[in-house]
């Protein structure tokens, strides 16, 4: 079961890589109830940017986001 945090709650901020599908979108759809800050790196610019606003429509998480392959440096 999914709850909102409260605000007298510690904050958390997560970093997630591959967050526009798969395995790394359902870690951030599961996280974001609880997080005041998320960090999203994709490879795909149209697809994070897809994620960002569904995860926005559940949460009040502060999302950021990353297009490009982070091994690229």
Do not use: V, W
Request: glycine share 6%; aromatic share 6%.
């Amino acid at each position: 079961m999914r709850r909102q945090m409260n605000k007298d709650e510690q904050s958390y901020i997560a970093c997630i890589t591959g967050a526009s599908r798969g395995i790394g979108y359902e870690i951030a759809r599961y996280l974001a109830p609880y997080c005041s800050h998320m960090q999203l790196a994709s490879k795909n610019k149209s697809n994070i940017t897809k994620a960002t606003q569904q995860l926005a429509k559940t949460s009040q998480c502060c999302i950021h986001t990353f297009a490009g392959d982070i091994a690229d440096g």
